[in-house]
C-alpha cells in the first residue's frame, strides 16, 4: 500500500500525545504526524468544570472498557474509562492537578530509572506550568497549562479544616511545595473557567503549525518492524488501511491499557501469550501489560445540612444564572469543580510520605439540578473519596484476540493484598473521628456509608469488598527500568526494538502519590527532550 513518511509518528493524543506533538514540532525541521482513535470533540460540556460527571460518562468521549471479574472484590467488574478524543483522558477527567510525593520520583531512580529523580523531573512540571502563585523553585509562569487554585466554599470548608487541626493534622496551602502532607484546597487544571485539557492547552494551538498532521479517528492496529526497528505504523481511517513511514522513531503515547495493547499486537510482549493468538513473535518482552497499578478507592457518604451541600446551586433557576455568568465571564459555579478539600495524609504516623489522598466532596456524582414540582432535590449528602496511593496488588492488561478492534482485558486485582485492605481500615476509623469533632458536627449528621452498623472486621471487609472501586489512575503497563520485566529503558526506548518508545503514564515503575494527569504531561515534556537530546537544563 502506499505510504506517507514522518519523522515522528505518536500514536494516542492524550495528555502526554499532546505535549509530545506540541514539543517535537516547535522545531520547524521536524515532520510530526499525531494519529488518534477518538474524535475532534466540539462539545460545550467538555469544557464546563463541574459537568465532569456528565461527560465522564457519554460513550461519544468513553471508551468505557470493562474489566474482568475481580477476584478479591466479589467478582465485579470494574469500570475502566478511558477518554476518547483529541486530549484522550484529559477531556474527561476531573482535572485535579497533583504531581505525586516528590519521594515518588527519587524512588524511580533507586529503581534504575537515571534521570528520573525529583531534582530531574522538576524542571519539565515547571515548563508547563502557569501556576496561580509566584515563581520559584517549585512553580513557573508562563508555561501553557493554567494551574489553579480551587474556591472553597464559606459553610463546610472552614469547618472541615478547623475540625482537622483540632484532632492534630497539618494544613497545606502548597500541595507542591516543600511538604505534601496536610489539608488544604486543591490545585486544578483550568483555564480562564474552562477545562485545561492537553488539546486544548498544548496540541491545538501547535496545530497550526505546517510540519504538525493530526489525524483523528484513526485507529491504531500495528507497528511494523523490519530488521528489529520501528518502521511503520498501520491504522485503519473510516474503513481504509493505511500505514505510515517514520524515519526517525515511533512513540507510543496511547496511555496504560492501549500502549502494552498495540506492542502486542505487533508482536511485542509475552511471547506464550502472543502465540497463543496466532501472533508471531517479534520481541519476547514479559513485562509488557504486567505491573499494572491504580490508586484503589472508597467513598464515605454522610447526611448533612443543606447549606452545607451543593443542592442550593443545583436548582434548576441558579444553574441558568451561573451558566450565563460562566458563558460571559468564565467565573462562578460552573467554573469551579464540586470538591471543598483535598488532603495528602498518613494513616501511620511513622510513614515517610503520605499514603492516603482525601478529597471532600459536598455533593456525590450521582446528583443532579433540580427544581420544585418538576425533579426532586438529590439527597442532602457529603462525600469523602478515599484513595490509596501505594497499593501493593498487582494487575494486568491482555490481549482478548488478535483482532486490533477488540478492547484489552484488564485485572486490577483491587484489595488483593492484605495492606491495602488494611489501609482503607485505617483510613476509616481516622474520618470517623474527624467527622465526630465540632464545629464539623454543626453540619454534618449521621453516616450513611459504609453505616454506623459497620463496626466488626468481619463486616467491614464485606462492606469493603462491594465498595472499591479504583480511582481511574491506571499505569505501569510498560514500566521503564533495569530489570527483565522492564518494558522500556530510562530514555523510554522499547527494549530490543530500535525506533521505538512508549510515553505515557504506562512507563512509570511505580504509580505516583496523587492524580496521575500532571506526572503524564511531565512524561510527555521529558519525552521531547529524550527524543530530541536534549537535557533538563534546556528545560528549565
Known amino acids: 500500500m502506499p505510504s506517507e513518511q514522518y519523522d515522528y509518528v505518536i500514536v494516542g493524543a492524550g495528555s502526554a500525545g499532546c505535549v509530545l506533538a506540541a514539543r517535537l514540532s516547535e522545531d520547524p525541521d521536524n515532520s510530526v504526524l499525531l494519529v488518534e482513535a477518538g474524535k475532534r470533540a466540539r462539545d460545550p460540556l467538555l469544557t464546563i468544570p463541574i459537568a465532569f460527571p456528565l461527560v465522564m460518562n457519554k460513550p461519544a ?37 497533583a504531581r505525586g510525593n516528590a519521594r515518588d520520583y527519587d524512588e524511580w531512580r533507586q529503581l534504575g530509572c537515571e534521570g528520573w529523580s525529583y531534582d530531574d523531573v522538576l524542571p519539565y512540571f515547571r515548563k508547563s506550568e502557569n501556576h496561580w502563585g509566584d515563581a520559584d523553585r517549585y512553580h513557573a509562569k508562563g508555561g501553557p497549562l493554567s494551574i489553579t487554585k480551587h474556591i472553597p466554599d464559606d459553610v463546610l470548608f472552614p469547618r472541615f479544616i478547623e475540625a482537622a487541626k483540632k484532632i492534630g493534622h497539618k494544613t497545606q496551602a502548597d500541595h507542591h511545595g516543600p511538604d505534601q502532607e496536610g489539608w488544604g484546597s486543591p490545585d486544578i487544571s483550568i483555564h480562564k473557567g474552562r477545562r485545561g485539557s492537553t488539546y486544548a492547552r498544548f496540541l491545538k494551538p501547535a496545530m497550526a503549525r505546517s510540519n504538525l498532521t493530526v489525524i483523528s479517528e484513526a485507529h491504531a492496529t500495528k507497528v511494523e518492524v523490519e530488521n528489529g526497528r520501528a518502521r511503520a505504523l498501520h491504522y485503519r481511517q473510516v474503513g481504509q488501511d493505511k500505514r505510515v513511514v517514520a524515519t ?53 457518604i454522610w447526611n448533612a445540612e443543606r447549606e452545607a451541600t451543593l443542592n442550593p446551586d443545583l436548582r434548576m433557576d441558579r444553574i441558568a444564572m ?24 498518613k494513616t501511620r504516623p511513622e510513614l515517610e510520605r503520605p499514603d492516603g489522598q482525601f478529597l471532600l466532596q459536598p455533593t456525590t456524582i450521582f446528583a443532579r439540578p433540580w427544581f420544585p414540582l418538576i425533579r426532586p432535590v438529590s439527597p442532602d449528602v457529603i462525600a469523602m473519596a478515599c484513595v490509596l ?41 481516622m474520618l470517623r473521628d474527624l467527622f465526630a469533632t465540632s464545629p464539623l458536627t454543626e453540619v454534618v449528621k449521621n453516616e450513611v456509608m459504609p453505616g454506623a452498623n459497620v463496626q466488626s472486621d468481619e463486616a467491614f471487609a464485606a ?5 472499591t472501586n479504583t480511582a481511574m489512575h491506571p499505569t505501569s503497563t510498560c514500566a521503564m527500568g533495569i530489570g527483565e520485566e522492564a518494558v522500556c529503558d530510562p530514555q523510554l526506548r522499547v527494549r530490543g526494538i530500535s525506533g521505538l518508545r512508549v510515553a505515557d503514564a504506562s512507563v512509570m515503575p511505580r504509580i505516583v502519590g496523587g492524580n496521575t494527569n500532571a506526572a503524564a504531561i511531565m512524561i510527555g515534556e521529558k519525552a521531547a527532550e529524550l527524543v530530541l537530546g536534549k537535557t533538563a537544563a534546556e528545560a528549565a
Open 389 to 429: 496511593l501505594r497499593p501493593q496488588s498487582r494487575g494486568w492488561v491482555k490481549l482478548r484476540s488478535a483482532d486490533p478492534f477488540a478492547a484489552p482485558r484488564i485485572l486490577s486485582n483491587v484489595l488483593k493484598e492484605q495492606a491495602d485492605r488494611d489501609f482503607f481500615r485505617r483510613a476509616v476509623d
Open 248 to 300: 526517525r522513531e515511533i512513540i507510543l503515547s496511547g496511555g496504560t491499557f492501549n500502549s502494552p495493547q498495540l506492542l502486542m499486537l505487533s508482536g511485542i510482549g509475552p511471547a506464550d501469550e502472543l502465540r497463543e493468538l496466532g501472533i508471531d513473535v517479534v520481541c519476547d518482552l514479559p513485562g509488557v501489560g504486567r505491573n499494572m497499578q491504580d490508586h484503589p478507592s472508597i467513598a464515605m
Open 463 to 467: 462492606w469493603l469488598r462491594t465498595a
Open 322 to 345: 451561573q451558566g450565563l455568568k460562566w458563558m460571559l465571564t468564565g467565573k462562578g459555579r460552573l467554573a469551579n469543580m464540586p470538591v471543598t478539600a483535598n488532603g495528602f495524609i
Open 61 to 97: 468521549y468513553n471508551w468505557a472498557y470493562t474489566g474482568e471479574e475481580e477476584p478479591f472484590a466479589d467478582n465485579r467488574r470494574l469500570n475502566q474509562p478511558r477518554g476518547k478524543a483529541l486530549g484522550g483522558s484529559s477531556m474527561i477527567n476531573g482535572m485535579l492537578y
